[in-house]
C-alpha cells in the first residue's frame, strides 16, 4: 500500500493545548502531523465541545487554535497554530481522535509547522 496524501503524516506523541469555542480549554496528546494538519486524542468532554455533532460535521464548525511545544525542542518554542476540525473517530468510551486542517497553511507559519513536521519524521514521533 503507497501513501496517496498530498501531505504525508508522521507519527508524533505530543502534549497540546486546544481552544475551542467560547475560549475553552483541552489538554490532549497529538498523534500525528502534516503540513496541512494534526491528529489529536481527546477525551469525551473535549470532542462533546469540539464536535457537538458528532461525525457529521459542517464548514460552520468554530475555528479552534492548537498549541504545541515539542519534547526537548525548547529552541522551536511553542506554536499557536489556527485550524477546523475536520473529523471526529471514536476510538473507545473515552477517547476520540480528531483531525484539525490548520487555515492557510501556506502563510507565514508553513516554516514553523515544517519544523514540527521535520522533528517527527526525525525523532520517530518521541
Same mark, same amino acid.
Given at each position: 500500500?503507497?501513501?496517496?496524501?498530498?501531505?504525508? &503524516?508522521?507519527?508524533?506523541?505530543?502534549? @497540546?493545548?486546544?481552544?475551542?469555542?467560547?475560549?475553552?480549554?483541552?489538554? +490532549?496528546?497529538?498523534?500525528?502531523? $502534516? /503540513?496541512?494538519? *494534526?491528529? *489529536?486524542?481527546?477525551? &469525551?468532554?473535549?470532542?462533546?465541545?469540539? +464536535?457537538?455533532?458528532?461525525?457529521v460535521?459542517?464548514? &460552520?464548525v468554530?475555528? /479552534?487554535? @492548537?498549541? @504545541?511545544? @515539542?519534547?526537548?525542542?525548547?529552541?522551536? !518554542?511553542?506554536?499557536?497554530?489556527?485550524?477546523?476540525?475536520?473529523?471526529?473517530?471514536?476510538? $473507545?468510551?473515552?477517547?476520540?481522535?480528531? !483531525?484539525?486542517?490548520?487555515?492557510?497553511?501556506? =502563510?507565514?507559519?508553513?516554516?514553523?509547522?515544517?519544523?514540527? /513536521?521535520?522533528? =517527527? *519524521?526525525?525523532?520517530?514521533?518521541?
Amino acid at each position: 500500500m503507497s501513501e496517496q496524501r498530498l501531505s504525508p &503524516r508522521f507519527f508524533c506523541r505530543w502534549p @497540546v493545548e486546544i481552544v475551542g469555542p467560547e475560549d475553552r480549554r483541552f489538554h +490532549a496528546q497529538a498523534a500525528d502531523i $502534516s /503540513v496541512t494538519g *494534526m491528529a *489529536m486524542l481527546v477525551d &469525551r468532554a473535549a470532542a462533546a465541545c469540539l +464536535a457537538p455533532t458528532g461525525g457529521v460535521l459542517s464548514p &460552520r464548525v468554530p475555528p /479552534v487554535s @492548537v498549541s @504545541v511545544q @515539542v519534547p526537548g525542542q525548547a529552541k522551536v !518554542g511553542k506554536l499557536c497554530l489556527q485550524g477546523r476540525i475536520r473529523h471526529i473517530r471514536r476510538l $473507545s468510551q473515552d477517547q476520540y481522535l480528531i !483531525g484539525v486542517r490548520f487555515t492557510d497553511p501556506d =502563510a507565514p507559519r508553513l516554516p514553523e509547522i515544517t519544523v514540527l /513536521v521535520e522533528q =517527527a *519524521m526525525s525523532s520517530g514521533g518521541r
